[in-house]
């Protein structure tokens, strides 16, 4: 990972919580680094800078800037920061108000932790003799840069997506996986429901690889860890189908701004990958989700096929 794009997943990460709640719009961001005590003068003059750089480009492209913030010497180096913006009550909208019959969309594929450790693995013959039957040295590669322009990609153009087509609640997917996430949403919610998820978007090979590697991480069961994750939203059933064509449609940057010229492809994917139903406030995989490989960027007829997938709600299954 290029030390400019560390400094841009940060910023991404630190910006869904307010995307989370439909606030596309931040009044100010600070940068909290921490630079790892085992560093020399001369590396850290060379590191820490390129990423502040990436982190202050992605604020620029989320319409923000970072105004300050706080260095510290660490083990490690981190990076992170906070978001904060004073907005009007029809700003954002409550993460409580899904209703049974709302359906489950995802706007970023899952399967981050995994194309990054197998990335690792490439260097490492007794855990890469685990998967190579699975993937070969070239996916791993072009598994890993999907997953770092998943991370660096803002989840603005979603959270605006979610006032035009009435989004009932949401939350982003970080380190709690999908699953932890849902049901801390599940939770927060009003009405008795319950969320079931039956489609699990996920980087191509990255299902294989974990199990190959002995139900590694927990991705088909939603525990892998996700790092600038997309949002999981509930929407009335007849506006999910939009959504994820607009998403598709809407023409975005690295980072997520909409409309910039150079943007990536199309726009950003989003799969329908649930349904709420009534229920205790919980939220459950069912035994046998359908995976939907999701392709690395270039490869249309699988782009077309992967696109295919938002074309209706999932029905209820019996598990």
Not at 114 to 131: G, M, R, S, T, Y
Not at 141 to 170: C, I
Not at 217 to 239: A, D, K, N, V
Not at 292 to 307: C, D, F, H, K, T
Request: proline fraction near 4%.
């Amino acid at each position: 990972m290029s030390i400019l794009l560390q400094g841009r997943i940060a910023c991404a990460n630190v910006l869904s919580d307010l995307y989370a709640m439909g606030i596309t719009e931040c009044d100010n961001m600070l940068m909290l680094l921490s630079v790892s005590q085992k560093m020399n003068e001369k590396e850290r003059e060379q590191v820490m800078p390129l990423m502040m750089k990436g982190f202050r480009d992605a604020a620029e492209e989320g319409g923000t800037s970072v105004t300050g913030g706080q260095t510290v010497i660490n083990p490690w180096i981190i990076v992170g920061g906070v978001a904060s913006v004073v907005c009007q009550p029809n700003d954002f909208i409550m993460p409580e108000n899904a209703v049974p019959g709302d359906v489950l969309v995802l706007t970023k594929p899952l399967g981050t932790q995994v194309a990054v450790n197998a990335h690792q693995w490439l260097d490492i013959p007794e855990k890469w003799n685990k998967i190579k039957l699975v993937i070969s040295k070239e996916e791993v590669e072009q598994a890993y840069q999907e997953a770092m322009l998943n991370m660096a990609t803002l989840n603005r153009t979603a959270a605006a997506l979610m006032h035009k087509f009435n989004a009932h609640a949401a939350t982003d997917i970080t380190g709690f996986g999908i699953i932890g996430h849902a049901r801390n949403l599940a939770q927060q919610q009003r009405n008795d429901v319950a969320f079931v998820i039956h489609n699990l978007p996920i980087i191509s090979k990255m299902a294989a690889i974990s199990k190959a590697g002995g139900n590694l991480f927990g991705l088909l069961q939603g525990t892998s860890s996700e790092t600038s994750g997309g949002l999981l939203i509930c929407l009335p059933r007849e506006q999910a189908a939009r959504f994820c064509a607009e998403m598709k449609s809407s023409r975005v940057g690295l980072s997520g701004a909409v409309g910039q010229d150079g943007g990536v492809g199309d726009g950003q994917q989003a799969w329908i990958i649930g349904i709420v139903e009534k229920g205790s406030r919980c939220a459950r995989i069912i035994d046998k989700p359908r995976i939907i490989e999701v392709p690395y960027r270039g490869s249309v007829v699988n782009a077309q096929e992967a696109s295919n997938n938002n074309a209706s709600p999932p029905q209820v299954q019996q598990t």
